[in-house]
Each structure stands twice: as structure tokens, then as C-alpha cells.
């Protein structure tokens, strides 16, 4: 759509002003993932797998630094501000206080309690227990967020899916979360996580197989759903949105291990395309806030106050808390254990994972009135 002479000069709105380039909202979103098959194909063939293995891992293992770190630690700063408002105010209204009281004190609690009963009873039996809940849910998650990114970006090109499009789009998430924990098929095997020693949980064939036909049904009712859709608006899905939501079941969830250097990524795809929803909700609130009747400090202070704290508390909760205590308390004589030599970083890398995902449950609801700064800023249509 071609803007008129007047719309052309008018000023553009505050929060038009941190609107991404529609290619940079596309690669963050989500689009990079199937960029980088190519890539890491020419890296392989450039360099020899063990070489071009150990340059990405090293690469990213540091880049967890300022990438993934930040987004766990970024979720307790959005959910803990405003507490006594959101708990025990009126900031949120009466069907998400109490879930936001029952996820921000009790689930921490109960977290603390069972990493306690794991570390004193030096039990690899039940932190391992611990880390398999962690990936078991950890497919929830990355599935949940692909759906809220497919529906904020979706909204924000003023496209909206009915209540049933909606269903089939929960539907192929939720059946991608099953298959993916599901395969492979696992009859209980000694695995290593965070230097903890356990046995995870079995999942039989006949398990794998039923969660793939799910998997396969709901992919076909998706693809006559968009189809549908598209006969009737007679024009395609956006991409960006489209791709959010398929790379977080396919690539990120389902078929981490297909290529043996995206595997390496996918944790860090998944926190850029977080961080980038953050972003469009403090930038928006923040630009709201710079101008009357608030007078703040400036947006772009407060959005590198935000991602400084979030790179601190990162540094604090999974490295400055987890490595102290272990240098502390784990005795020589007991870092041979199942436990392994660093069960107290092992132990707050899953509490941190298992309440992030409890966390966002209610962050990004959209009785959360904060949302509202998601939809602020429309994507024009030209694009």
C-alpha cells in the first residue's frame, strides 16, 4: 500500500521509532534458523566436523553469556516488578493474581525444597529426576512461546485467527511437544547432565510412534487450515510469524539433533527470538513513558539499563550462586560422586529453566495488562 503525500510527512508516532527493519524482525523472529543449515553445510565442508563442532560450540558456550543467560534472568526482572501491585493490588486482575502468586512464591519454594532434599541426601536419583522434568517441559515452553510469537506478530499485521484456527494451531504445538520428548524411543539409559549421573525415564516405541501419527494429523489439519485461509483472504501467510512458530516445533524442539552444528544454536535462536519480544514490550512501554504525562528517562536508557541487569543477574544466578557454592561446600572426596562436582550449578541451572517456564506461563498472558504494549505499533501493511 502506497502511503498518501500527508501520511507521508506526518511524524511518525514515538513507538514507530524502535520498529525493527522488517528483515532484522524476520531473522530474530525466527527466520535465521533455516539460514543457517547452509552455513554450518559450508563449515563442514570447509572444515573438518571435529574442527568446525568445536569452533560453534566454543562460540556459543560464551555467547550463553550475553544471549542465553540474559533471557532466563530478563523474565525475573519483568515478572518480580511491581510485585505488591500484581499480588496483592489491582494490577492484575483476580483470575491472574493467583497465578501469579502461586508461580512467583510457592513454585520457587517447592523448587528449593526438592534441589535441598537432592543435594542433602547427595540423591543423583532425584536431581536427576529434577533435569528430566526440565526436558520434558522444556518443549512446552519453546512450543508456547512459538504460538504467542506467531499471535503478537500476527495482530500486529492486524491478521487474527479464529477460535478453531487457534485450536489447530495449540494442536500441531502441543502434538510437536509430545513427539519430540517421545523420540527417541528410550528404555532408561545412564545420561550425564551437569555433571549429575542418572537414569532417564523410559519412553517406549509404542509411545514414539503414537505421538508421530498425532504429530502427522495435526500437521495435515495445519497445512488445510493455512490453505483455507489463504483461499479466502486469496493471499499467503506472512513469513515472519509463520516461520516464529514452525522453527520452535520443528527445528528448535523436534529435530534438534539434525544437523550436528545448528544443534548448538537452536538454545541461543530460541533466546534471541524471547529477547526480541521483550524488546517490543519495554521498548514500547518505554517509549510510551519518555513522553507527557510521565516525563521518564529516555527509551533507549532504560532498554540498556534492562539488558545490562539482565546480563548481571545471568552472570549471578548461573555462575556467581552455582560455581561459589561448589567451590564452598563440595568436598574433594565427593565430586566423584553421582552427584558430580558441581551439583549446587547444576541444581540452580534447573530451578532457574523449570521457573522461567512457569514464570512466562503468566507474564505472557493477555490478561496481563502490560501485553498491551505488544500490539502498540502496528506493522504497516506495505509490509
Sequence with gaps: MTLSTA??????????????PAVVEFLVAGGLTPLLFPLSFVLRRTLALDDAEYAVGFTMFYAAHVINDP???VSYVLFYEDTKARAL??????????KYVLVGFVVPLLLVAWAAVAIVTRSAHVLGA????????????YV???????????????????????YVLLLHGYAGWAYAWASPADPGTVREEKGVVFTSWARSLTLERVTFAVFVVSAVALVVMLAQRALRERKLPHPTPLVAYLASIWAWSIYTGIDPLVRYVNPAL????????????????ARTREGPPHFERSATTR???????????GLFLFHGVGQGLDA????????????????????IYVMVNLHHYFMDAVLWRRENPKTRYLRDDPVRSSE
Excluded at 493490588?89 to 493467583?98: E, I, K, M, Q, T
Excluded at 508456547?144 to 487457534?166: C, I, M
Excluded at 572426596?333 to 541444581?347: C, H, M, N, Q, V
Design 71 to 73: 533471557h532466563f534472568a
Design 130 to 141: 529434577m533435569i528430566e522434568t526440565m526436558f520434558l517441559l522444556v518443549g512446552w515452553h
Design 328 to 347: 564452598v561446600l563440595v568436598a574433594k572426596k565427593d565430586r566423584l560422586s553421582d552427584l558430580g562436582p558441581s551439583p549446587y550449578f547444576a541444581a
Design 144 to 166: 508456547k512461546q512459538g504460538f504467542g510469537v506467531l499471535a503478537v506478530l500476527s495482530a500486529r499485521r492486524g491478521v487474527f485467527y479464529s477460535a478453531r484456527e487457534r
Design 303 to 313: 532498554i540498556a539499563l534492562l539488558a545490562a541487569t539482565a546480563c548481571v543477574l
Design 89 to 98: 493490588g489491582a494490577a492484575f486482575p483476580p483470575s491472574l493474581r493467583w
Design 270 to 285: 530460541h533466546s534471541v527470538q524471547y529477547l526480541f519480544m521483550v524488546h517490543l514490550l519495554k521498548g514500547n512501554e
Design 7 to 20: 501520511d507521508a510527512l506526518a511524524p511518525e508516532p514515538a513507538r514507530a521509532r524502535g520498529r525493527l
